[in-house]
């Protein structure tokens, strides 16, 4: 009788890049129903995203990307950092005095910006006035961090935290409910003004028109916090950014009829947004004020190329914020 031979199947694997893991956190986020909340009357960080081993504050891409995290992983502080930054070991082989993750903890991603020293027309270094290498930023790889909550407790750790907390001032909850934000209406004052976009108040609803380079919001009183007017203005205000003369953005360029570029250039400007009001110290508690299809019309757009999009939607939104905050003026740092 003749023995049957079973045929092994290798099994293959996909290699799924960084790249990709950070756009699933993204989509997770959304899949999930979370908002931008961020009370800085409540936390012990003030509003700041910092890390904890340099002392120095996520910016721009990475405000969007650590507030999502800590969302997702219902985080109590904004303090983040590497595990090997943490741990403060000095080489692989040193035992380090630092903090230690829990076994299992996950990071979040964020992006790091690549630097290479820059050289002159003939070869050689460029030195600051100190002497040292002047570097220049080629681009952005994905890293992982971690929230100080996934860290062992321990003394160190309760002295770090200790170290960040800011108490609530006297009479923090009454200013909370102040509509008006001295700084961000400066920056939109200087703005309207350099690039000649009108504006007006009235109405039940907030748009930019770019037929006509108009920007609508309904009256300060109708709205019920800085958050709520500010974020509103701003997001309205990274819209007029797109036209032609300006960012020249696709998303905004495109015909009406287009849902999809449509629902593109919102996210830009909604990340552009909350990445203006933690810069300027507003909270994000009312955030996201957008309606389910724009969600999910932002998932269908982060799914089709899990490689790539992300960055080039975080790109678009940080040009944005920096053309608006410069009155027009483009600034080559992303």
């Not at 009357?41 to 996520?58: C, E, M, P």
């Not at 502080?77 to 829990?102: C, E, M, P, Y």
């Amino acid at each position: 009788m003749p023995t049957k031979t079973r045929t092994k199947t290798k099994e293959t694997h996909t290699k799924i890049s960084s790249e990709e893991l950070l756009c699933d956190q993204v989509i997770s986020f959304f899949e999930k129903g979370y908002q931008f909340k961020k009370d800085w009357k409540k936390t012990s960080t003030s509003g700041d995203i910092i890390n904890f081993s340099t002392g120095k504050d996520y910016t721009n891409s990475n405000v969007i990307l650590l507030l999502m995290a800590q969302a997702i992983g219902n985080y109590k502080h904004s303090l983040w950092s590497g595990v090997f930054q943490a741990s403060g070991k000095k080489t692989k082989k040193d035992k380090g005095n630092g903090l230690q993750i829990r076994k299992g903890e996950r990071g979040s991603r964020i992006m790091m910006p690549i630097f290479i020293k820059k050289k002159d027309k003939n070869g050689n270094y460029v030195l600051d006035q100190n002497g040292k290498p002047v570097l220049i930023c080629t681009g952005f790889r994905p890293t992982c961090v971690f929230n100080i909550d996934q860290f062992l407790d321990c003394d160190k750790k309760e002295s770090i935290i200790k170290s960040y907390t800011v108490a609530s001032a006297p009479g923090a909850e009454a200013e909370a409910k102040k509509i008006e934000h001295k700084e961000s209406q400066k920056i939109i004052d200087k703005y309207l003004e350099v690039e000649k976009i009108s504006f007006a108040h009235g109405g039940n609803s907030a748009y930019y028109s770019p037929t006509t380079d108009h920007i609508q919001m309904p009256p300060k009183e109708a709205f019920n916090s800085t958050c709520g007017y500010y974020g509103t203005l701003y997001h309205e205000a990274l819209h007029s950014s797109g036209t032609k003369e300006r960012c020249n953005r696709p998303s905004l360029l495109a015909p009406n009829s287009n849902r999809k570029m449509y629902a593109l250039d919102e996210i830009i400007v909604e990340f552009g947004s909350v990445i203006l009001c933690q810069s300027q110290k507003i909270s994000t508690i009312d955030k996201l004020q957008n309606s389910s299809a724009y969600i999910e019309h932002w998932i269908e757009i982060l799914k089709e190329n899990k490689k790539t999009i992300l960055q080039e939607i975080l790109s678009q939104s940080v040009e944005a914020v920096n053309y608006l905050k410069n009155a027009g003026e483009k600034k080559d740092e992303k």
